[in-house]
């Protein structure tokens, strides 16, 4: 489960410009479809029409066929792991900061063995230990650092469907590499939306689709896209 489709949708800030302009897209259940476009051409929008920060103006946001204006809030954002550009921290812990709306899942009482692994491997990573005091009082992280701990955090969240915006565009290329197998990681199995404008960071993604002007221009496997440049 967790097939993402966005069906003839439509939206604007303002009444009078719209962004996207009928755009329709289609996530399979655990595939990963990278959206690429100019600055400006609405891919962010994209992520918080799923994300539900607005509402579409035309057609609808399905998450298994079912349109997202029909389930709460609280179960749309428990399916969907989002990963920002600049993961912003609390000034408090590593530990609070993974853990983080979620204080009854400790990360280091997680019974899954296998998936408690799997985040403790992004910790270690960290030259710091969970009791780390982070942000303006504390250690400041690199931005490679504070997307490790957002990882984290995805993780012990566990969503079928992830959100990936920018994930990597501030950072500098060799800190890239090591998040995007940190996110290639995070991604396995689950309905992934990438959002990105480097071509080399979405080359595993099975289809891309480019927005310009908030329509959906082309689309194809990363391959086609690159041959037709
Ligand atoms: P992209 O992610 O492709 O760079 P965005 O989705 O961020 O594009 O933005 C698309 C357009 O919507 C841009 O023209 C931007 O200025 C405008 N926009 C984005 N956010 C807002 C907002 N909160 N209010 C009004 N206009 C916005
Ligand atoms: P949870 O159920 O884990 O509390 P939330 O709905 O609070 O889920 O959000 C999940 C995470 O995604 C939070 O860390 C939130 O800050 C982050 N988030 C959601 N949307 C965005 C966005 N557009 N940009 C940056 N961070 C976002």
Known sequence: ?????????????EPERPILKGISLTV????????????????????????????????????????????????????????????VLFNDTIRYNIAYGRPDADITQIEDAARAARIHDFIVSLPQGYDTQVGERGLKLSGGEKQRVGIARTLLKDPPILLLDEATSALDTETEQDIQTALRRLGAGRTTLVIAHRLSTIADADEIAVLEDGRIVERGSHAALLARQ
Request: charged letters at 20%.
């Open 28 to 87: 399979p259940a655990g595939g990963t479809l990278a959206l690429v476009g100019p600055s400006g051409a609405g891919k962010s929008t994209v992520g918080r029409l799923l994300f539900r920060f607005y509402d579409v103006q035309g057609g609808s946001v399905r998450i298994d066929g079912q349109d997202i204006r029909d389930v709460t809030q609280d179960s749309l954002h428990a399916q969907i792991g989002v990963v920002p550009q600049d993961t």
């Open 1 to 13: 489960h967790g097939v993402v489709e966005f069906r003839n949708v439509t939206f604007g800030y």
